[in-house]
């Protein structure tokens, strides 16, 4: 073996949990770039990508150069309210860009921190798949799929990798953010590794899954690349109606120049509109509010995801979540703790229930997995049993095996025992003593119950039962009962018998459930949601769920789960948190508000500037037209303006609310539109008048107009 090159080379550890400290919405070391990025956005192609922006874009070019033509003595309108116009479009355009910058910043910074992990290792490549084989120092950038590498206690796992041989203690902070460590083990669903995490005991031998620039954490950085994301469906076909609105009001806008000539030559009086008034007018009525925050919601969406340590593959995944109309929950760990817990003693005829919890607790107090602890904890919550001092009893503690399936203590002649039923039926047989049928009627019972029987003896002596149930966790069915409101059926899927899975299912509330599913029933099951025009979302961690991963719409794969598993979903969750789902799904459909309510705010901001612009437009002609100026507004070029500072500055205040959400509510759809048109459709209709009479008083009190 070569120890002479160090073995670590990297900053991983310390970067870290520092790297991914929570970012404030108006963070300011992101305020620079992002200010620099709106300048930088003002490139055509850039401004091609927002139809409705890019004629902003196109006005603001063109009342430039009306100013150009005002310097050199050809003015259509004054000079000053030309060069303010121009000003406020181009803020217009940049206040746009800035939204969509900020949004892009918060992901690339994201994708920043992720970077600081992805540092060289010296790894330790071994020559042949095995703990023992000899190994020698590799740089990680080396290390190609299907390599083979060993990694001990305080080393940094190099890459990203399956575990083939050992159980390890891995701290995977540096990734998730989480400091409790995990376990990693060879031969099961939790056998994936990531590179930048670290090994706390023990060792694992790895096979290299991905070569360099393919590992998971690349394409975490992809995926965050806000700036890289493709547009959803949905947000198409609002792209195509705000495109169609803009086209409306732009045929709207041309005919009017010819109009207003018109009716100056055939009143004899006044003065046709400015090409100046009639731009303002287009760039007020076209939806720019939405137009220029449509792409800032899209990324900010992502972004929050990425918040709640889930890597989405897409904007499409996201907006998917928004529109879920199933949900497929495994039983185990995601609706139930997945530890079974000590939930009853059972006692045998001639036993006291005490007497049973007394031995069961000896039994168990060298047992530290969670099912033992429990068996110590039920025995002093019921009979205020203490724990107690062994030394003075000569103790020797008898370890679980694989082979006796059984474990307990032994105090002098006295042997404590407890394990599987039929484990320990053998050893009481053994011991020349005939199995209790009334004990075996306990064991049924509770495994028809759906728990996991523990028979416990004293000797040859079979003192009852264990049983122990597997926990709904609390609050679980408040969470689904809030899905069940806004529409998403919840279906849970289990091993289980069908005793089980009804009692479980009824205890946490699930609409639905399906009992002894195999792979091949969770795929047929999502088709047929899929067939009836459904969007179905799953979450999974193992080889066997990659089908259904694959055929869900919305399908998240556990961090700690397969290769397999990972790379069918189009979600990844960093925390390994099947209930995560639930959560998911609520910023999807948060992202979908966000889009819905800013759509409603945008449109109904027109009426106000219909009757700011359209009087001052045509009141010289038509004097009629003045009624229609309920704002009082100071003067026509006033009013113009007034408009036109407001559609700029609606942007800048709508910003916090497109990257940080519209609030998330557990309501119907219906009762969501009627919330959405009451708030932002009323909302969007009353400011508007509100702010354009102020910011009309403002020009008139500093003689602006």
């Known amino acids: 073996m070569d120890q002479s090159i160090p073995q670590v080379q990297t900053q991983a550890q310390a970067q870290g949990q520092g790297a991914r400290r929570s970012l404030t919405l108006f963070d300011a070391s992101l305020l620079g770039p992002a200010i620099v990025d709106a300048f930088r956005k003002l490139d055509p192609r850039t401004q091609l990508r927002s139809p409705v922006m890019f004629v902003v874009y196109i006005g603001s070019i063109l009342t430039t150069l009306l100013y150009v033509q005002a310097l050199m003595g050809n003015a259509e309108a004054p000079a000053g309210f030309i060069l303010a116009t121009a000003v406020w479009l181009w803020f217009t355009v940049l206040f746009a860009n800035f939204a969509e910058a900020l949004a892009e910043g918060r992901s690339k910074a994201q994708a920043a921190s992720l970077r600081n992990l992805r540092q060289t290792v010296m790894a330790k490549k071994l020559d042949a798949p095995g703990h023992g084989a000899a190994w020698h120092h590799t740089a990680s950038t080396d290390l190609r799929k299907g390599m083979f590498f060993l990694v001990e206690a305080g080393d940094v796992i190099p890459v990203d990798g399956e575990v083939i041989d050992g159980v390890a203690s891995v701290d995977e902070s540096a990734i998730t953010g989480e400091s409790a460590p995990v376990i990693r083990e060879s031969g099961g669903d939790f056998c994936a590794v990531t590179g930048g995490t670290r090994i706390l005991s023990d060792w694992l031998v790895v096979r290299v899954s991905a070569n360099p620039g393919e590992t998971f954490l690349d394409r975490m950085i992809g995926m965050v690349e806000g700036a890289a994301r493709k547009k959803t469906p949905n947000e198409i076909a609002l ?399 006033s009013a113009i303006m007034s408009a036109v500072i407001f559609n700029a500055l609606i942007i800048v205040f709508l910003i916090p609310l497109a990257l940080r959400g519209v609030r998330y509510r557990a309501i119907g759809a219906a009762s969501l539109l009627r919330r959405n048109m009451f708030i932002y459709g009323l909302g969007g209709l009353l400011l508007p008048f509100a702010g354009i009479k102020l910011i009309d008083m403002l020009l008139a009190a500093f003689n602006l107009t």
Request: proline share 4%; with cysteine; net charge negative.
């Open 239 to 637: 792209t195509i109606l705000l495109v169609a609105l803009t086209i409306v009001f732009l045929v709207v806008t041309v005919t009017l120049l010819p109009f207003s000539l018109f009716a100056v030559q055939a009143a004899g009086s006044g003065s046709p509109v400015t090409i100046t008034a009639l731009v303002a007018l287009l760039v007020c009525l076209i939806p720019t509010t939405i137009g220029g925050l449509l792409s800032a919601i899209g990324v900010a969406g992502m972004s929050r995801m990425m918040g709640a340590n889930v890597i989405a593959t897409s904007g499409r995944a996201v907006e998917a979540a928004g529109d879920v109309d199933v949900l497929l929950l495994d039983k185990t760990g995601t609706i139930t703790f997945g530890n079974r817990q000590a939930a009853a003693f059972l006692p045998a005829p001639g036993v006291r229930e005490e007497e049973l919890a007394d031995v069961a607790q000896l039994a168990s107090l060298a047992d530290e997995t969670p099912e033992g602890r429990s068996i110590v904890v039920l025995a002093k919550k019921r009979f205020n049993i203490r724990e107690r001092a062994m030394e003075p009893l000569g103790a020797v503690f008898v370890p679980f095996t694989a082979q006796t399936r059984m474990s307990g203590v032994d105090l002098g002649a006295r042997q404590l025992r407890k394990g599987a039923a039929s484990a320990i039926r053998k050893h009481v047989e053994s011991l020349g003593q005939p199995w209790p049928l009334d004990v075996e009627r306990s064991v049924d019972d509770a495994s028809r119950r759906g728990s996991t029987p523990l028979v416990v003896t004293d000797g040859a002596r079979v003192m009852g039962v264990v049983e122990l149930k597997d926990v709904v966790k609390g609050g679980i069915r408040e969470r689904f009962a809030e899905l069940r409101r806004m529409g998403v059926k919840t279906v849970m899927v289990t091993g289980d018998n069908k005793l089980t899975a009804a009692a479980i299912a009824a205890e946490a509330g699930v609409d639905d459930f399906i009992a002894e599913a195999t792979p091949e029933d969770k795929l047929a099951l999502i088709r047929t949601y899929q067939n009836e025009g459904k969007l179905v979302a799953m979450t999974g961690d193992g080889t066997n769920d990659a089908p259904a991963l694959a055929q869900a719409d919305v399908a998240v794969a556990m961090n700690s789960g397969t290769q397999a598993a990972k790379e069918a979903g189009n979600m990844v969750d960093l925390d390994s948190n099947p209930t995560k789902l639930l959560e998911i799904v609520e910023i999807g459909k948060q992202m979908l508000m966000t889009r819905g309510a800013l759509t409603t705010f945008s449109i109904s901001n027109d009426i106000a500037k219909y009757f700011a612009i359209v009087p001052a437009m045509f009141v010289a002609t038509y004097p009629s037209l003045k009624a229609l100026d309920v704002m009082n507004l100071t003067s026509p070029a």
